[in-house]
């Protein structure tokens, strides 16, 4: 069946780079596209940003400057890449296949020093 | 970018009433609206999809309806396993954006 799995670091320090992965099974990712949302503690979600199918990447506009999103198919693996970390960035990270039926459980990550 | 202006933001009501939440987009979505139940400490489900369509599995009592920029969500008998936060996602253009979301307790 589908399954999304994030991993990564659960504490980053300012300024730092976040490096997160999404594991995928049940599907293709040459077949579908995969999106990153995240929440911060106690408010709503929001769209980072996402890789299609074919291997283009769309970001959300306040972020991209500091956001990167690649896979490796071979793995079943998408990656996001944040630098810049802020204390704002301190959220639930989500994956999400296109369609938005099928999410991980989210990854914490919290930005501190 | 589309902005999604869900109301209310916090809704309490009774076991067996009819409860509606609402999503305004800012343009025309062309119906490419999904709703979403999230529990604290899990991740979203999706309970309906393209406005009216429900995700199998899911209890009748949830509908959505809507067209343009106006979308709603409907519980029709409200049961206790339904208090959770819901929120509504447009994918029809550009970054998907999400509402605001609606807390929804029992009274």
């Known amino acids: 069946q589908v399954q999304l799995k994030e991993s990564g670091p659960g504490l980053v320090q300012p300024s730092q780079t976040l490096s997160l992965t999404c594991t995928v099974s049940g599907f293709s990712l040459t077949s579908n596209s995969v999106h990153w949302v995240r929440q911060p503690p106690g408010k709503g979600l929001e769209w980072v940003g996402a890789?299609?199918?074919?291997?283009?990447?769309d970001y959300n506009s306040a972020l991209k400057s500091r956001l990167s999103i690649s896979r490796d198919t071979s793995k079943s693996q998408v990656f996001l890449k944040m630098n810049s970390l802020q204390t704002e960035d301190t959220a639930i990270y989500f994956c999400t296949r296109s369609g938005s039926q099928y999410w991980g459980q989210g990854v914490m990550v919290t930005v501190s020093s | 970018d589309i902005q999604m202006t869900q109301s209310p933001s916090f809704l309490s009501a009774t076991v067996g009433d009819r409860v509606t939440i609402n999503c305004k987009a800012s343009q025309n979505i062309n119906k490419y609206l999904n709703w979403y139940q999230q529990k604290l400490g899990e991740a979203p489900k999706r309970l309906i999809y393209?406005?009216?369509s429900l995700q199998t599995g899911i209890p009748s009592r949830f509908s959505g309806s809507g067209s343009g920029t106006d979308y709603t969500l409907t519980i029709s008998s409200l049961q206790p396993e339904d208090v959770a936060t819901y929120f509504c996602?447009?994918?029809?253009?550009?970054?998907?954006?999400f509402g605001g979301g609606t807390k929804l307790e029992l009274k």
């Open positions: 890789i299609w199918s074919g291997g283009s990447t």
């Open positions: 996602l447009q994918h029809n253009s550009g970054p998907w954006t």
């Open positions: 393209n406005t009216n």
